[in-house]
T-cell receptor
Framework: DAKTTQPTSMDCAEGRAANLPCNHS???????VYWYRQIHSQGPQYIIH???NNETNEMASLIITEDRKSSTLILPHATLRDTAVYYC????????????????FGQGTTLQVKP | DTGVSQDPRHKITKRGQNVTFRCDPI?????LYWYRQTLGQGPEFLTY????????KSRLLSDRFSAERPKGSFSTLEIQRTEQGDSAMYLC??????????FGQGTRLTVV
């Protein structure tokens, strides 16, 4: 699975959009970008994933560059409850094709949402 | 609550003691994973089960660690002769096959 690079930490004002970047220059054609977050003292929580098209769900939007070497997770209106560590993970899809299903986490980005 | 359940949430033990943690996966999830997370680091994969079969073990899983899933439902992770370096959060996750994994709240182990 490809390696990712994320900033160690970021701040965001409450109510503003939080844009969390991730570099994955060695991503392979069949690898997806997954985002998880971990609020303090809790287990990681799935946010969103994508292959090459931009994706949006009720939690966030995911923008993947055309060359797929980087992506940005967008929390459109950050709240204090979005303060967490955000992990960008690149891996083959969870599609039942026989892969292990395990996740390789980096250190992630600590997002601090401030009032 | 139908999510992944872990017990206990917190455990303090003296060095040299044995500890056992339990994980109850989401019903009908046949895959179960254990991770360890030390302070300031992301979770690290330890091992996973498909039903009752343990299919992969990380090098992190020393011979003091043993995991079981005897009936393909709940799982236990035992650490024998605990060391201070074992202090960490132990996370369990489950998935339907190789589908998206869902994590529990973790067990925080402190070895004093």
């Amino acid at each position: 699975d490809a390696k990712t690079t994320q900033p160690t930490s970021m701040d965001c004002a409450e109510g503003r959009a939080a844009n969390l970047p991730c570099n994955h220059s060695t991503i392979s054609g069949n690898e997806y970008v997954y985002w998880y977050r971990q609020i303090h003292s809790q287990g990681p929580q799935y946010i969103i994933h994508g292959l090459k098209n931009n994706e949006t769900n009720e939690m966030a939007s995911l923008i993947i560059t055309e060359d797929r070497k980087s992506s940005t997770l967008i929390l459109p209106h950050a709240t204090l409850r979005d303060t967490a560590v955000y992990y960008c993970i690149v891996r083959r899809p969870f599609d039942g094709s026989g892969n292990t299903g395990k996740l390789i986490f980096g250190q992630g980005t600590t997002l601090q949402v401030k009032p | 609550d139908t999510g992944v359940s872990q017990d206990p949430r917190h455990k303090i033990t003296k060095r040299g003691q044995n500890v056992t943690f339990r994980c109850d996966p989401i019903s009908e999830h046949n895959r179960l994973y254990w991770y360890r997370q030390t302070l300031g680091q992301g979770p690290e994969f330890l091992t996973y089960f498909q039903n009752e079969a343990q299919l992969e073990k990380s090098r992190l899983l020393s011979d003091r660690f043993s995991a079981e899933r005897p009936k393909g439902s709940f799982s236990t992770l035992e650490i024998q002769r605990t060391e201070q370096g074992d202090s960490a959060m132990y996370l369990c996750a489950s998935s339907p096959g190789t589908g998206l994994p869902f994590f529990g709240q973790g067990t925080r182990l402190t070895v004093v």
